[in-house]
């Protein structure tokens, strides 16, 4: 499986971005089994989950994204999708897609998301 995250850029506080990943070369029966997620990894800082979702579609949300972020999928374009608002500069940081399905996990190439006060 190989992600390709795209839609990072530079918004001011309070803005808001779509942030997509598209699994290539993978058929539907295979992307739709995979656990998705969003990271993130400021400078000087470990990486973080931002958002998960499921195979069957459940989510869960780190706390400081809770309420302004939403993740979604799409088995069919075998994509998925983060949507963030009320973006605060300490939501700054390269973004990064996964997909987990056992002990077997995936990374995307990362996009800066830049957010100025």
């Known amino acids: 499986v190989q992600l390709q995250a795209s839609g990072g850029g530079l918004v001011q506080a309070g803005g808001s971005l779509r942030l997509s990943c598209v699994a290539s070369?993978?058929?539907?029966?295979?992307?739709?089994?995979?656990?998705m997620a969003w990271y993130r990894q400021a400078p000087g800082k470990q990486r973080e989950l931002v958002a998960v979702?499921?195979?069957?579609?459940?989510?869960n949300y780190a706390d400081s994204v809770k309420g302004r972020f939403t993740i979604s999928r799409d088995n069919s374009k075998k994509s998925v999708t983060l949507r963030m608002s009320s973006l605060k500069p300490d939501d700054t940081a390269v973004y990064y897609c996964?997909?987990?399905?056992?002990?077997?996990?995936?990374w995307g190439q990362g996009t800066q998301v830049t957010v100025s006060s």
């Open positions: 070369r993978a058929i539907t029966s295979v992307f739709s089994p995979h656990d």
């Open positions: 979702i499921t195979s069957s579609g459940s989510t």
């Open positions: 996964n997909a987990k399905r056992g002990p077997t996990m995936y």
